[in-house]
């Protein structure tokens, strides 16, 4: 098990998804190395089960993520029918990918946009910035 504070993890989950949605969320760890092992989906709102499924699965050669779209309740994949609301907007950076200095990415994100994002999160290999949204916006697409 890695060394993080999973009870954090839990309660950035909360506050990012807050009172917009009672829709699942979908954490997911994956082997960072493609076919290196299964997937291990969870969907779910209950911060004691996000964070006992993070404390078995994050483990060397594994990473966590959540889906930043909730997923219908009773869906049992993440697939896209299976997309309920997006309570913010996003944007990935690939630092590293694309030489970018974190810094200066942050800087600019905060100071040069006329909304700088609410969130952003260091994802290991670059920048996650999320606005969040006062009311989810419904993205359930009918089959």
Known sequence: MRDH?????????AAFFGE???H???IRALPQEH???????LFTRDAELVQAHCI???GPGRAVYFGVATRL????QGRREDLAELGALWVDIDLYKHGLDQ????AALCTQLLLPPSVIVNSGG???AYWLLNEAIDIHVAT
């Open 5 to 13: 504070d999973y009870g954090a993890v839990a309660d950035f989950l």
């Open 20 to 22: 917009t949605t009672e």
């Open 24 to 26: 699942a969320v979908e």
């Open 35 to 41: 076919g290196a092992g299964p997937n291990r989906p």
């Open 56 to 58: 078995r699965w994050d």
């Open 73 to 76: 309740n009773g869906a049992p």
């Open 103 to 106: 810094g200066e990415v942050v």
């Open 126 to 128: 670059g920048l996650h």
